[in-house]
């Protein structure tokens, strides 16, 4: 009765196998390794462009204010967070329906670091079966310097990634005069670990068990997505020999698979999509004088002799939606008025009768300014009978900034009660610059 718990206990976990991804090389490992330079050129070039004479990316949560080059976005802006979410969220869609997990496999952050630390690591410790020989030996000079080189080698790159990070937050030029606090150290040391700890230890796990997309794809995916296949009528059986197929057998799809999966199992959800496999089958066909594209980017209609259909219902759904966002929201952003205006009513200040019999309310307006240029801003009020602004009427407002101001509004008496205004803000010397906000006007 024990031993029959304890395997029921055992069973229910899976003991991972440590993966030693081969190297290959080939058409697809090219632009993977393309890929990986853009998207870290980008990432580490970013917080070091300027622009006006400021960080050109930076999301200044401190003092509330996002800058992506000639845009200033404030926290009211929050829109358009929420529209590049869903274009997103919707681009991810509509390439998954149509080519499967090609993200995964060539961009996203997890594999693009993943296959760094790799290659830091055959540099240091060799390709996999010198690896696999270094983890058996006992520990010794020669394995303990070899690991002591690698993790320090990883350290230093996951270390300047948190760095990197926090420099789109807080200025990179800061960091690196070390004017920061211990909130930005903080963060710097676990945006560093968190990659340490995903590309250099979990790498597969996380692919695996940690990411939702895995689990969800399949919901996405039809006979007509195009994935990773295996020839099984061109492959099988397999081995050498004259009656054999053209697999050989010699299992280096399975040997440079940075998951380790057997693709010739068929499609499977910890398949990343990133062609590995296909490079080192071309390269084995090529030395055994058999026809390449064994293992290869296709379809399961192609794959049953049926056609393809690229323009389906769902990818039409998607590409419409997509498109519709996408235009709203450039046009949004091209019709921007680059001015803010809020309207606060002084509840310290009750409605009060001043000099000459009118009622007196008093407000504050923050205007802000999300131009890169100083600009002075006309105030005025309209909605009841004689209504007037008391007080200066003409306030600057430096670039890229706010300012508070108090307003007092006069007016006629009139019946008791709130009666709505509209105030308008409207920038000098430039045309088309101007916002107008409702408000109310309380008579006691």
């Excluded at 058409?27 to 870290?40: E, G, H, I, P, S």
């Excluded at 200044?60 to 204010?65: N, S, V």
């Excluded at 055994?288 to 192609?302: D, K």
Aim: aromatic fraction near 12%; hydrophobic fraction near 45%.
């Amino acid at each position: 009765m024990k031993n029959d718990l304890n395997l029921s206990e055992l069973s229910l976990y899976e003991v991972r196998k440590k993966v030693y991804p081969r190297a290959v090389h080939g058409w697809f490992a090219a632009w993977r390794w393309t890929l990986v330079w853009l998207t870290q050129l980008a990432f580490y070039g970013g917080p070091w462009l300027v622009w006006n004479e400021r960080q050109a990316v930076l999301f200044d949560i401190a003092h509330r204010k996002f800058y992506i080059f000639g845009l200033v976005f404030w926290p009211q802006d929050i829109i358009y967070l929420t529209v590049l979410l869903i274009l997103a969220a919707l681009s991810l869609f509509l390439f998954t329906a149509v080519a499967g997990r090609l993200w995964c496999g060539y961009a996203c952050p997890q594999t693009v670091y993943t296959e760094i630390f790799m290659w830091i690591e055959r540099m240091i410790e060799g390709d996999r079966n010198a690896r696999i020989k270094l983890d058996k030996e006992k520990t010794g000079g020669k394995k303990i310097g070899l690991k002591t080189a690698k993790h320090a080698v990883w350290i230093a790159l996951s270390l300047w990634t948190g760095f990197t990070f926090v420099g789109y937050f807080t200025p990179i030029r800061e960091l690196l005069s070390f004017q920061f606090g211990p909130w930005e150290a903080f963060w710097v040391l676990f945006y560093g670990f968190a990659t340490y700890g995903n590309a250099g230890w979990m790498r597969e796990q996380v692919c695996k068990y940690m990411c939702p997309y895995a689990r969800f794809q399949s919901a996405m995916f039809d006979k007509d997505t195009l994935i990773i296949t295996y020839d099984q009528k061109r492959g099988e059986p397999r081995g050498k020999g004259e009656a054999k197929g053209d697999c050989v057998d010699c299992g280096i799809c399975v040997q440079v698979c940075p998951t380790g999966i057997d693709i010739r199992d068929g499609l499977q959800y910890e398949c990343i999509g990133c062609a590995a496999c296909i490079d080192g089958c071309n390269q084995v066909m090529q030395k055994v004088g058999r026809p390449q594209q064994l293992i290869r980017y296709s379809t399961t209609h192609a794959m049953e002799g049926r056609p393809t259909r690229v323009l389906r219902p769902r990818v039409l759904v998607y590409g419409f939606i997509l498109f519709l966002i996408a235009v709203a929201a450039a046009a949004s952003l091209y019709l921007r008025v680059p001015l803010k205006v809020d309207v606060i009513r002084d509840r310290a200040a009750i409605a009060r009768e001043v000099e000459g019999g009118l009622i007196e309310n008093v407000y504050r307006l923050q205007i802000m300014n999300t131009t890169e240029e100083a600009r002075a801003f006309e105030i005025s009020v309209s909605g009841l009978p004689g209504i007037q602004l008391w007080g200066e009427p003409t306030v600057g407002v430096p670039a890229a900034a706010s300012r508070m101001v108090p307003v007092k509004v006069r007016a006629e008496p009139a019946q008791v009660g709130t009666h709505p205004i509209e105030f308008r803000v409207r920038a000098l010397g430039v045309e088309g610059v101007s916002v107008t906000e409702d408000s109310v006007f309380i008579v006691r």
